[in-house]
């Protein structure tokens, strides 16, 4: 029986995995879903909400909120790409900031929210003709994905590329306070308990410090078309 097949695409933060991810779900004209800005619209709730204190968290007070959360990813034609919607809010632009940046890893170490996440972004992938970016999709959200990619890059490329980000988008930020925050994260991503960022075994790891994103892309479309002969898979 044809049918499509599910890419999932893990990597370090700021490694190019967004990116990648877009352009594939373009040429293959496969839904996009970014577990990351799911991640990101939680912890805009959150500060909208009050919940933090500082570094303190208190699960009990949102948990209610968490309940009737509702994500959708549509796409945009006048920008040409996927927004995330919250609650039928448009949220793409307001979870760029650095402020939502430095707290999305603490939100992302909450078991509640993990469970509540992981439930959602598993439905999103039963039609398949997916790209899912993330931390943990291809062993944790699916592990029988056809294709599984696991994206790194140097600190220093990785921290560039995000400093660049900010200061388009207008942030007043110092690439050593990006740079610092990345390691941050890297740390708290790969030690948390619950779903850490690691490779599959059977991942594909692209370090992509030295390379353009048109050799990434014909990198993975070289393992995309493997597959569809393979398997005879129409995607």
């Known amino acids: 029986m044809n049918r499509k097949i599910i890419i999932a695409i893990d990597g370090y ?18 839904k996009y879903i970014d ?9 805009l709730l959150a500060i909208r909400k009050k919940i933090f204190n500082s570094d303190l968290w208190n699960i009990r007070n949102f948990i ?22 919250l609650n039928e809010e448009n949220i793409q632009s307001e979870i760029r900031s650095l402020n939502i940046t430095k707290k999305v890893s603490l939100i992302a170490q909450i078991p509640e929210i993990r469970e509540k996440l992981t439930f959602i ?10 790209v899912m970016d993330g931390r943990d999709i291809g062993h944790s959200i699916f592990p029988k994905s056809e294709l599984k990619i696991f994206m790194k890059g140097s600190i220093e490329v990785r921290s560039y ?11 007043k930020v110092s690439y050593e306070e990006v740079q610092k925050n990345i390691i941050h994260r890297d740390i708290m991503d790969t030690s948390r308990k619950i779903s850490p960022l690691k490779k599959s ?13 048109e050799e990434q892309l014909n990198l993975i479309f070289q393992l995309i078309n493997k597959i569809i002969k393979n398997k005879h898979i129409i995607v």
């Open 64 to 85: 209610p909120v968490l309940r009737d959360i509702n994500f959708k990813f549509r796409w945009n034609r006048k920008l040409n790409e996927t927004n995330i919607f």
């Open 161 to 171: 590329r995000r400093y660049q980000d900010l200061k388009k988008k207008g942030e």
């Open 35 to 43: 577990t990351g800005a799911m991640y990101r619209g939680i912890t």
């Open 13 to 30: 933060s700021s490694s190019g995995k967004s990116t990648l991810a877009k352009e594939i779900s373009k040429r293959l004209k496969y």
């Open 121 to 130: 972004q598993k439905n999103f992938g039963e039609k398949k003709g997916i």
């Open 201 to 213: 075994i059977d991942s594909i790891e692209i370090d992509n410090t030295f390379l353009s994103i």
